[in-house]
Nanobody, 115 residues
């Protein structure tokens, strides 16, 4: 069955960095576009970044552009989100997402940015 397992979250001070990882199983990873979503406290889940099946094309939303980088390793079925210059407004639960299995949401990983 489909599984997306997020890891790498934690607590950091403003300006810090974190690297999130997602390990995928139960489907053909290299045939699925992938992405990261987040849900901030009291808000709806929102898109953060998307990446194509090959990794050659990607999109990041304006609020994280220049700070967050999405990448993937198809050989290892892993998705990564490098987050730099973190700000308190980045505090959220971050979720990995598969376009081929868009109905599926894992547990997510908590990111807290606070001084």
């Amino acid at each position: 069955q489909v599984q997306l397992v997020e890891s790498g979250g934690g607590s950091v001070q403003p300006g810090g960095s974190l690297r999130l990882s997602c390990t995928a199983s139960g489907f053909t990873f290299n045939s699925s576009g992938m992405g990261w979503y987040r849900q901030r406290p009291g808000k709806e889940r929102e898109l953060v970044a998307l990446i194509s099946e090959t990794g050659r094309s990607f999109h990041t939303v304006d609020s994280v552009k220049g700070r967050f980088t999405i990448s993937r390793d198809n050989a290892k079925s892993t998705l990564t989100l490098q987050m730099n210059s973190l700000q308190p407004e980045d505090t959220a639960v971050y979720y990995c997402w598969s376009s081929k299995n868009s109905w599926y949401w894992g547990q997510g990983t908590q990111v807290t940015v606070s001084s």
